[in-house]
């Protein structure tokens, strides 16, 4: 069972997805969070780095919107089906997550390449904050790395997720630059639509859809998927809906 170790509602600030607009998460560090646990978390909004569960605790903007693929109805796109045999030539592998010095050295090449393409703030991890962050120990926790062969058996891209008993989670991704031309993020999410489906969970969740954001917009692409109505507490039954094609 869950140990809540400390609950905390950031004071408003610049929000990370729409500038010039004010922000806030409430925050809760807590630890031994079960795969049930984490089920119930998911389907109230809930999302976490390590053992930091945040959601959005913004007044009047409502523009994070928790969304979810249905695994069993799921078609891809045409340009998700290219993007499935452009990934097709690399090896996925599904595993606990590490800390290594190829893990790290992926990671800062892809962040330094976003800061130059997408004007992202500097965002370096060391071995501690990647242990922290993306490999917390936990029975949900999940790595899928994405090897080329035909590279040696590169190491080309790196799924942070967590299992639970109804889902995948995608939690976060990453990937060399110089395979940016194959789509690895959306790989990456087609890849756990269909490892949801072979296992007969129901859910595959994306997090956060934000329609105005250049990195998230994204997400509206999956369909059917549904969208989260409101921030539940905790003892509400969440109500989501399903979501109308490349809208909400």
Request: aromatic share 10%; proline share 8%.
């Amino acid at each position: 069972m869950a140990r809540v170790l400390q609950v905390v509602v950031e004071a408003p600030r610049l929000c990370s997805y729409l500038p010039a607009t004010a922000a806030s998460l409430e925050h809760r560090l807590q630890v031994e969070v079960t795969p049930r646990e984490i089920d119930s978390l998911l389907e109230h909004g809930w999302r976490h780095f390590g053992p930091d569960w945040f959601r959005p605790a913004c007044d009047g903007c409502e523009q994070c919107v928790p969304t979810r693929i249905v695994a069993a109805d799921f078609t891809p796109s045409r340009s998700q089906r290219r993007a499935l045999r452009n990934c097709s030539s690399l090896r996925a592998v599904v595993g606990r997550p590490r800390v290594d010095d190829e893990r790290l050295a992926l990671y800062e090449a892809w962040h330094d390449d976003r800061e130059q393409a997408r004007e992202w703030s500097p965002g370096p991890l060391d071995a501690e904050d990647y242990a922290m962050q993306f490999a917390f120990p936990g029975p949900a926790a999940r790595e899928i790395a994405y090897h080329d062969d035909a590279a040696g058996g590169r190491l080309v891209a790196i799924g942070i997720c967590d299992e639970t008993p109804r889902a995948w989670s995608a939690i976060y991704c990453f990937y060399d630059p110089a395979y940016g031309k194959l789509s690895p993020g959306i790989g990456n999410v087609l890849f756990l639509a269909a490892l949801a489906r072979s296992q007969g969970k129901p859910y595959v969740h994306l997090g956060y859809r934000v329609s105005a954001c250049t990195s998230l917009r994204y997400k509206a692409a999956f369909h059917p998927q549904e969208v989260l109505v409101g921030r539940p507490a905790d003892e509400e039954e969440p109500v989501w809906r399903r979501a109308a094609p490349g809208g909400e």
